[in-house]
């Protein structure tokens, strides 16, 4: 149903790849979002908690270079386990803190670069312009409906983005303390379309339809993904998920390779909140970004 749609969506959609790993700790935890280019100039759609991310490994990365110069000056003075117990409460740092976070823009872009993200004041809807580039690795822009009635319940749409990390060209380097991207390993990772109902819209406290729902979840690391019809035209963002509570409580007795087994469960609903077209539109407006209605 969506095969011809999910090639044309994915030749603007692209993932950010990310590599953090908490305070005190060797282990990298990989992950991806998405964002999909809606024109020529270098502009993108993304989630405001994906821009939100790309903000936070910066800040990260500044502090980080503060504690470890701090420390630095401390070296070699009395009582360094209670110095670095001082900075590690100054500094926020436990074993849950993230410390370091690295993002990667895959396939958007050849030579250096800049980019400037725009948040929506009120919604999860950000821009992103990159600027300062050599080439744009994108020559196919999505197609907007300019009618937007049509979005209604019962309308099947699909969802394209980066749920499942399989890259592992990063390791940690003892020598530096820090965590890098390497030449070697896996270094794409395979992008998952999932379809679904749209079941109901969503409304702000104002009564303003700014999203709607839809019937399966949105994946994590399809947060700023592209939500299209059966041609490929782009109805809206993929946002968040939502689990609505089925009542459908469980506590029974089962059988298990012969064994009896008590199985306790709290059923729950998974359902993809998207960010609506009318909304995306008036924010590319309202900030003079081009792109193509139909």
């Known amino acids: 149903m969506f095969t011809q ?3 044309i969506a994915s030749k603007f959609t692209r993932a950010i790849h990310s590599i953090s790993r908490n305070y005190g700790s060797q282990i990298i935890v990989p992950g991806a979002v998405t964002l999909f280019f809606v024109n020529a100039d270098g502009w993108a759609l993304t989630c405001g908690h994906v821009a939100d991310q790309l903000r936070a490994a910066d ?9 470890r110069k701090e420390l630095a000056s401390l070296k070699g003075k009395q009582k360094e386990r209670k110095i670095l117990k001082e900075l590690e409460k100054k500094y926020g740092y436990s074993k849950t803190t993230t410390f370091e976070l690295l993002n990667r823009f ?14 929506h004041n009120k919604y999860d809807v950000a821009l992103i312009k990159f600027e300062g580039y050599t080439r744009l690795l994108c020559d196919s822009f999505p197609v907007f409906p300019s009618d937007t009635s049509g979005l209604q319940p019962g309308k099947f749409l699909c969802r394209l983005g980066y749920p499942f990390p399989e890259f592992t060209n990063f390791s940690y380097d003892a020598n530096t303390d820090r965590v890098v991207w390497t030449e070697t ?9 999932i379809e679904g109902m749209v079941t109901r819209r969503s409304a702000d406290d104002e009564g303003n339809i700014y999203g709607f729902e839809m019937s399966t979840p949105g994946l994590r690391g399809q947060s700023g993904g592209p939500a299209f019809d059966i041609d490929g035209k782009v109805w809206g963002m993929q946002s968040r998920t939502k689990h609505l509570d089925l009542n459908f409580d469980v506590d029974e007795e089962v059988l298990r390779k012969g064994i009896k ?7 729950f609903l998974h ?6 077209i009318d909304i995306l539109k008036s924010f590319m407006k309202d900030k ?4 193509t209605e139909a």
Not at 185 to 193: E, L, S, V, Y
Not at 261 to 267: C, F, G, I, M, P
């Open 271 to 276: 359902v993809g909140g998207c960010i609506h």
């Open 185 to 193: 390993g896996r270094k794409i990772t395979p992008r998952f379309p």
């Open 288 to 291: 003079g970004v081009q792109f």
């Open 5 to 7: 749609a999910i090639e």
């Open 59 to 67: 800040m990260m990365y500044q502090k980080a270079e503060d504690f």
């Open 261 to 267: 087994k008590q199985v306790t469960d709290s059923a």
């Open 106 to 119: 895959m396939d958007c872009i050849e030579g250096d670069f800049g980019a400037q993200v725009i948040k």
